[in-house]
């Protein structure tokens, strides 16, 4: 009886142990296909942590990119564009926090990841395995094809 009962509890701490005990998914992911001669891709999708917890980079093969970063589109402060609207620029955020329960979208005008000095072009229907790392949960691979336009 002693026996089973320390079976039990070894893997009752197996299971506590692996993920970090947070539940992220990952839904609608797409790469933009891309020119001949660019230098970045960008990635889109949806992800939701059900505990909460903050993206804090990701990585694909080197045949792909050679780094990957977290970008956010945000207003450039003083300058306006056609018809009075904002101009954007495009910048790096180091981490990205994923409130418990909340889609946080990543796509075009917003969010978003990004293909650093990609080795070829992307090309429609090809896939992309994407790692991404949280602070608190074990990284999770995810595998994004590109297209054209979103899924």
């Known amino acids: 009886m002693k026996r089973l009962i320390l079976i039990v509890t070894v893997l009752a701490l197996a299971v506590t142990d692996c993920g970090g005990g947070d539940d992220i998914s990952a839904e609608g992911q797409w790469a933009r296909n891309s020119p001949m001669n660019a230098q970045m891709g960008a990635a889109y999708m949806n992800i939701t942590s059900a505990d909460g917890d903050t ?3 990701g990585s694909v093969d080197s045949s792909i990119a050679a780094s990957v970063e977290v970008h956010a589109m945000r207003p450039v402060e003083g300058q306006e564009g ?3 609207m904002a101009m954007m ?3 790096e955020i180091p981490q990205l926090g ?12 917003g969010y978003h990841i990004m293909f650093i000095n990609i080795a070829k072009p992307l090309e429609i229907g090809q896939m992309i395995e994407l790692t ?3 602070e608190k949960a074990d990284d999770m691979v995810i ?3 590109v297209a054209e336009e979103a899924p």
Do not use: K, T
């Open 55 to 57: 993206l804090v980079g």
């Open 82 to 84: 056609e018809e009075g």
């Open 89 to 91: 620029e495009m910048v």
């Open 98 to 109: 994923l409130p418990a329960g909340e889609a946080v979208n990543r796509e075009p005008g």
């Open 143 to 145: 595998e994004v094809e």
């Open 132 to 134: 991404f790392e949280f």
